[in-house]
């Protein structure tokens, strides 16, 4: 299946409902997903009133209205779905993961990035995303594609775009957690003593998991915070996880223990079971998690479940 070659590219990459506290996670205006959601494929996207989401059946962008019947917008498997006043930003498979956009109601659309292209994220009137035809350094172009260009060169994972700064985990140097502005220049790096993965942003400061030991390093999977303004880092959860994804104050993971899905809060506690199922890459939007799974026949597809 097409959603499973993905998925096996990136696994091999990065190696109960809570009745409570709901998780819209709107994507504010400036940017087009959340940075969560892009660190986990981008597969859903809470915009305007509007759920934009790849849909099991065929992977294509699929649209819905708060209470409305789903609309199917484009015939490709869609990742990284970023949207951006009237238009849809995607990753497409069928073109080598090639950058496209569309209006919102799936007209007009076109390839505007020749390069392939991953963690893809649309802030303002800026592309920014890692270019895996050229060693998975970060290019950044134009909204409309645009003045392509090289802004960092390592190899990257994981850009996260927050209060005009651009951070990533630089692979090429022990998987550091790095600062710079959106130009790539004046580099920082926040935190060199752990092997960072599935980074967020939340509240002035970065999580990641600190990844399975490599290059003599040790590795945990607990979850770390690093506060950017004092360079400060603490352990936030003391267990294995994978697949972070914060959304409005709550912390979703998968526990690489029991392989179960779990809630908490920001800090850390009250954590609560969300799902049972054995799932991979957690994106939160309209009150739902969307993640992928395997089927009976060991083919991973998407799957969600309200929180």
Do not use: R, W
């Not at 209006?103 to 990035?113: A, F, L, P, V």
């Not at 959304?247 to 079971?273: H, P, Q, R, V």
């Amino acid at each position: 299946m097409k959603f499973y070659k993905l998925s096996a590219v990136l696994l091999i990459l990065t190696l109960a409902a809570t009745g409570c506290s709901k998780a819209s996670n709107t994507a504010s205006a400036d940017i087009g997903n959340t940075d969560g959601n892009i660190t986990n494929l981008g597969s859903a996207c809470e915009k305007d009133g509007n759920l934009y989401y790849q849909d099991s059946k065929d992977y294509s962008v699929y649209k819905a209205a708060k209470d409305g019947e789903a609309v199917k917008l484009n015939s490709d498997p869609s990742y990284f779905i970023n949207v951006m006043g009237d238009n849809i930003y995607y990753v497409n498979e069928n073109d080598s993961f090639k950058v496209y956009s569309m209006k919102t109601d799936g007209s007009e659309n076109k390839k505007i990035i020749d390069y392939t292209a991953y963690y893809m994220t649309v802030y303002k009137d800026s592309i920014y995303f890692v270019n895996y035809s050229d060693n998975q350094t970060i290019y950044k172009a134009n909204i409309d594609g645009s003045d392509c260009k090289k802004i960092i060169n390592s190899i990257c994972y994981y850009p996260v775009i927050a209060e005009d700064k651009l951070y990533y985990i630089d692979y090429a140097n022990n998987n550091s957690v790095v600062e710079t502005d959106l130009e790539g220049e004046n580099k920082h790096t926040l935190d060199d003593s752990h092997y960072a993965a599935y980074l967020n942003y939340d509240n002035g400061a970065l999580y990641y998991t600190n990844a399975i030991a490599q290059n003599n390093k040790d590795g945990d999977d607990f979850l770390y915070k690093t506060d950017i303004s004092s360079g400060k880092t603490d352990a936030v959860l003391s267990v294995p996880c994978a697949d972070i994804n914060i959304a409005d104050g709550k912390i979703y993971y998968k526990n690489l223990k029991d392989s179960k899905m779990y809630s908490c809060d920001i800090d850390g506690k009250n954590t609560k079971e969300i799902s049972e199922d054995d799932g991979v890459y957690i994106n939160v939007a309209d009150n739902k998690i969307f993640y992928l799974i395997k089927d009976e026949e060991g083919n991973l597809i998407v799957k969600n479940k309200e929180l």
